[in-house]
């Protein structure tokens, strides 16, 4: 693949990424999103659709899920790379939705930095910025 190719590919993605942050509003439903920028110790958590909810977080991970990959085979066009990548994004959705819909019925008036972090996980590409650094150092060591 031409480096111009894999450059225009690599910077769509991330217009990508900054679409869908910037259209998050319009686009997913997160009563979360309003909260967490209002005066929330003092609050309450909002009435939720709690399936709505992990529906639309659902969908923004594999958007975000399937971006990445889309720059990890950019990056190292190594099937073994993306298929890993996809059971590592797939193990941590489950681990992290299950942590997430614990923490919303259980945590108490202003105790929802836990519930804020464990969000970010999961509607941010976060995960693409661990898995870059570590591929390239396993290819590296590997490649040796």
């Known amino acids: 693949m031409k480096i111009a190719i894999r450059v225009l590919v690599v910077f769509l993605c991330l217009v990508g990424f900054a679409f869908i942050r910037f259209r998050e509003s319009e686009l997913f439903y997160d009563p979360l999103i309003p909260f967490f920028k209002s005066n929330y110790q003092k609050m309450t958590l909002p009435d939720m659709e709690s399936w709505r909810l992990f529906f639309h977080i659902f969908l923004r991970y594999a958007l975000n899920m399937f971006l990445s990959l889309v720059i990890l085979w950019v990056a190292f066009r190594e099937r073994g790379i993306i298929k890993f990548a996809s059971l590592f994004y797939g193990v941590v959705f489950v681990v992290l939705i299950v942590i997430f ?10 105790e929802y930095l836990p519930i804020f972090y464990v969000r970010r996980f999961l509607i941010q590409p976060i995960l693409l ?16």
């Open 101 to 110: 819909s614990i923490l919303l019925k259980t945590q108490g008036l202003g």
């Open 129 to 144: 910025f661990m898995l870059l650094p570590a591929f390239y150092y396993y290819r590296k060591v590997n490649n040796s």
